[in-house]
């Protein structure tokens, strides 16, 4: 290491393209960033995997390419749910089951049945859904039973960059949360949830909060040997820490591919019928209520490719900023891959409704940036009766942008502000892992000095009169689709 280089916290996010690397300084500045890819194996219809390997291999480049920089600290986030599974020699099974991965239905019924439902959310905050990942455990020991007799340990897919950077097996409570497993609550392994499903707790890493030390870096030929590491976080609570969302007040809304209502509560609440999850936050003590939708900025993307495959973002949005609020009845319903929160139905489908012969594309894209807005606004609402006060919201993600956050201000009926960094779930890592490199004293004073808002957009009142009449039509769209869907079959 050269006498000038520079002293980083790193932010790992091993996402599902790749991974992301940052190197932040001790304000919160970025000093260099990098990324790699990897595959992604769809070997049936349905079905959603990738080989840990892959995520090792592009970890290592992407901390290679940051450069010549002195590593304090590392902190880890991660895709959630997915299932790694190693034998005894902790060597990989198979290939990891993903967090988009939608076999298990069967399994899902099975959990449900034996746990019984209202048991099972009050146990875990949630329902059983495809994506999670006590199902496809169920799924092996029903498919692929010599695979599952050779498990010896399970992880979350960022721990095992963890066991490959220091050797430890652990996981933290906030991704652990997403396994069913957990006894959210009380931020412990459900013996009632294990034993209710005939599955071995020794199977289960240690549990460990966000920004403890899991372990030091043992010398891997990228990092020198004794840099601590971070438990880390599942993705959506460490980007939610990364624009400031350490405490209950500010929400934070993620506008990606699919998009994330994500706000922190006074105490563990969850909704009766797990219309949305309950999940321990990545501030030790803490809980978060998260609403989810699987075609946010996904929606936009699927217009532009079915209808402009090359015309600009930019200019489909300028087209709808030609039309006022509402688009003269225009309504369009989001649910292109199916929905998860709050209606856990993989069959929902998609649909625009109030079509005229005066609606042009513009209007198309404007009915899309809105009835994404009211999708994120359902969840909101369910998120708030559970006691989230969400005075404001802090956006992130590739949508979050120009008009659509006009649209989602005024259909929230919340201030939207903007953060002076953007990176997402590898910042809020990087943050977890200055509190466990000693950096920062704890979570919030990491936010304090690091996270600063640079903008702020208000609800514009007029658009906010028209989106109340239109919310409602658009809160009836769902069950009317149901019901064709059901007569359809």
Request: glycine share 12%; with cysteine.
């Amino acid at each position: 290491m050269s006498a000038d280089a520079i002293t980083v916290i790193v932010g790992l996010d091993i996402g599902t393209t790749g991974v992301k690397a940052i190197a932040v300084g001790r304000d919160g500045e970025i000093v260099a960033r990098a990324e790699h890819g990897y595959p992604l194996s769809t070997p049936r219809p349905g079905w959603s995997e990738q080989n840990p390997e892959d995520w090792w291999g592009a970890t290592r480049a992407a901390i290679a390419d940051l450069g010549s920089l002195e590593i304090a600290s590392i902190g880890l986030s991660g895709q959630m749910h997915g299932l790694v599974a190693l034998d005894e020699a902790g060597q990989v099974i198979r290939p990891a089951i993903l967090w988009n991965d939608q076999r298990t239905a069967a399994e899902c019924a099975e959990i449900e049945e034996r746990i019984g439902l209202e048991r099972l959310i009050s146990l875990t905050g949630n329902r059983a859904l495809t994506g999670f990942t006590a199902p496809k455990l169920l799924w092996l020991r029903r498919h692929e039973p010599d695979a599952y007799a050779r498990i010896a340990r399970i992880m979350l897919p960022k721990d095992y960059i963890r066991l490959r950077l220091t050797g430890e097996w652990a996981t933290d409570v906030a991704d652990a949360s997403g396994t069913l497993l957990l006894d959210v609550a009380r931020r412990r392994w459900s013996t009632d949830v294990l034993d209710g499903l005939d599955l071995d707790p020794a199977i289960l890493p240690p549990l460990l909060e966000s920004p403890e030390v899991s372990g030091m870096t043992i010398g891997c030929g990228i990092v020198p040997r004794g840099i601590p590491v971070a438990a880390g976080a599942g993705d959506c609570a460490a980007a939610a820490l990364g624009v400031g969302i350490d405490r209950p007040g500010p929400l934070s809304i993620v506008m990606g591919t699919s998009g994330v209502v994500f706000a922190a509560l006074p105490a563990f609440a969850s909704d009766p019928q797990a219309r949305v999850h309950s999940f321990c936050h990545a501030v030790p003590g803490q809980w978060h209520a998260m609403g989810v939708m699987l075609s946010a900025a996904g929606s936009l993307q699927w217009l532009r490719d079915r209808l402009a495959p090359d015309t600009p973002f930019g200019d489909l949005v300028a087209e709808a900023e030609a039309w006022g609020p509402g688009a003269d009845g225009l309504l369009f319903a989001p649910y292109l891959a199916g929905e998860r929160t709050p209606h856990a139905d993989p069959s929902a489908r998609a649909a625009f409704t109030g079509l005229e012969l005066r609606h042009d594309r513009g209007a198309l894209v404007r009915a899309v940036l809105e009835g994404v807005a009211f999708g994120l606004r359902d969840s909101l609402e369910l998120v708030r009766a559970l006691g989230g006060p969400c005075d404001r919201a802090r956006v992130s993600g590739g949508g979050a942008r120009g008009l659509w956050l006009r649209i989602v201000a005024s259909a929230l009926g919340l201030p939207i502000e903007l953060t002076a960094v953007e990176e997402g779930s590898a910042f809020g890592a990087a943050l977890l892992g200055g509190v466990a490199g000693g950096f920062f004293d704890d979570v919030p004073d990491a936010v304090r000095r690091c996270v600063h808002v640079r903008e702020t957009v208000e609800p514009d009142p007029a658009w906010q009169a028209v989106y109340e009449n239109t919310y409602a039509r658009f809160r009836a769209l769902y069950p009317a689709l149901d019901a064709v869907k059901e007569n359809a079959r």
